[in-house]
């Protein structure tokens, strides 16, 4: 059992589409109050600990050992809570379906939103050329998290010209031939716009049907392993999560509100 301190919902958790949005799962950055995990795995009681759990906008919750680590030292709790279901989107999708390596050229969209705030980074941590798009107010943060080039969507046109080794669309709003024609050869898209249905319908008929290797989309999964490299990635201070807004817990629904919106520049946190 946890007892949460701050947490966290991502896009996905608020519902594909709006009109049955509801705030059914979050994530969060808590202290052990009891456990009954495994001596392996156990945390100890009072360990500041961040990680994914249902229903943490509550004061207590439940979560298993294997979606839980130590909370990093160097982040604040409210910069953890965003970390674990973000931060594991953009690790897998950068990771294991773009398989990006020391050098290749990475376009990422919503670079400045919840997931994409942490691809930038850890594109930059696997040593990627990085290219962020975003609209003209968050330019400049997209350059403080650390993006080699930054096109505002608004704009420029990102896919005019440039050849990516992989793209990865946490904004949406492009055709998936578009997106496929940015890029260089042997390059991947990887689709992580669930608000989007067209373009997730696309994805999924080129890769079940057209067989098209060039196009990912995943549904992320927290794992311990995932969590710790974050975690590390955090304390030596390579990831730093970004926090738009806070909200008290009463305030769920504004923060839940500001977050359909679209636009929120890293993550929103509520806080107990
Ligand atoms: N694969 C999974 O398992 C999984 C899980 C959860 C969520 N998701 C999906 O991941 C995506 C990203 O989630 P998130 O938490 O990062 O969302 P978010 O924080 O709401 O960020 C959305 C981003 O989209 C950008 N955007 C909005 N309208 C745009 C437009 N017309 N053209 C280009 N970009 C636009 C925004 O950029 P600006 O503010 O600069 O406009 C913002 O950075 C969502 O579509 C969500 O459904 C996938």
């Given amino acids: 059992m946890i007892q949460t301190i701050t947490a966290a919902s991502a896009a996905f958790d608020r519902g594909i589409f709006p009109v049955t949005a509801r705030p059914m799962a979050s994530r969060t950055v808590t202290q052990i109050v009891k456990t009954s995990m495994r001596p392996s ?5 009072g360990d500041a600990v961040f990680g994914s759990c249902r229903g943490s906008f509550a004061e207590y919750a439940l979560s298993a050992a294997d979606k839980i680590a130590r ?10 809570a965003g970390i674990a279901v973000a ?15 020391d050098g290749q050229r990475v376009a990422i969209t919503g670079a400045t939103g919840g997931v994409g705030s942490f691809a930038v980074q850890i594109a930059k941590a696997y040593g990627a050329d990085v290219t962020a798009v975003c609209r003209t107010e968050n330019v400049e943060l997209a ?9 505002d969507y608004t704009r420029d046109d990102y896919l005019r010209g ?7 669309d946490n904004g949406g709003g492009r055709s998936l031939r578009e997106l496929r024609r940015a890029l260089a050869p042997g390059g991947v898209v990887v689709l992580n716009c669930g608000q989007d249905i067209s373009l997730a319908l696309a994805g999924v008929l080129a890769r079940l049907i057209r067989r098209r290797g060039d196009v990912k989309q995943f549904v992320r999964k927290v794992t311990r392993p995932d969590l710790l490299e974050l975690a590390a990635l955090a304390e ?7 926090v738009d807004r806070t909200y008290p ?3 769920t629904r504004a923060a839940m509100t500001y977050l359909m919106a679209r636009h929120p520049r890293g993550k929103v946190v509520v806080t107990l």
Wanted: proline share 4%; glycine share 8%; charged share 30%.
């Fill in 41 to 45: 795995s156990a945390r100890s009681i």
């Fill in 71 to 80: 909370k990093p030292e160097r982040l604040s709790f409210e910069q953890a």
């Fill in 87 to 101: 931060g594991t989107m953009a690790l897998n999708g950068l990771r294991d379906h773009a398989q990006l390596r």
């Fill in 143 to 151: 350059r403080e998290l650390g993006a080699d080039h930054v096109f």
């Fill in 162 to 168: 440039d050849r990516y080794d992989a793209i990865f």
């Fill in 236 to 242: 030596d201070g390579r990831l730093t999560p970004v």
């Fill in 249 to 251: 817990l009463a305030e």
